[in-house]
């Protein structure tokens, strides 16, 4: 991870463009929970939902899902996946165009903390903001979060 020296001025919050959650599951019970997780967020949040990854891809060593969703988001869903994630580990993490810190340093883990290979991220240093793919939501919510 990378250590900033002490004099370094503080990142803003604006250099947040969105926010990734990434769903874990292990088997077909945690699966099956994941699916019901997903279809109660598609219907409350306008998200961004990814495909399902039933074996390990790129950083993730477990088997998941991405939701993207922008940062005006974040207050609403990541209190209602706080109380609704039915016991599956989620990584939040923000996109700032520095993937390696934004998975590894800048993120947040709802449950148990799962290994994240940072070995395949790359590590940025200027701002990166090219690199982030927009949220084009693919949800239309119908219920009240």
Known sequence: MNRLPDTAAPRPV???ASYHAH??????????????????????FAV?????????????????????????DFA?????????????SILVHPNTGHQ????LSNALWLGPALPING????????DGAGAI???VPNTTPVLEA
């Open 133 to 135: 793919d927009p949220v």
């Open 76 to 88: 609403r869903l990541v209190p209602w996946l706080m109380l609704n994630r039915r016991g599956l």
């Open 14 to 16: 604006a250099a947040i």
């Open 119 to 126: 070995a395949v991220l790359p590590r940025g240093t200027g």
């Open 23 to 44: 769903v874990y599951f292990d088997g077909p019970a945690e699966r099956e929970t994941a699916a019901w997780l997903r279809d109660r967020m598609a219907e409350r």
């Open 48 to 72: 961004m939902l990814g495909r399902w990854h039933d074996r390990p891809v790129g950083p993730h060593a477990s088997p998941m899902y991405q939701v993207a969703f922008d940062v005006a």
């Open 100 to 103: 390696y810190d934004d998975h």
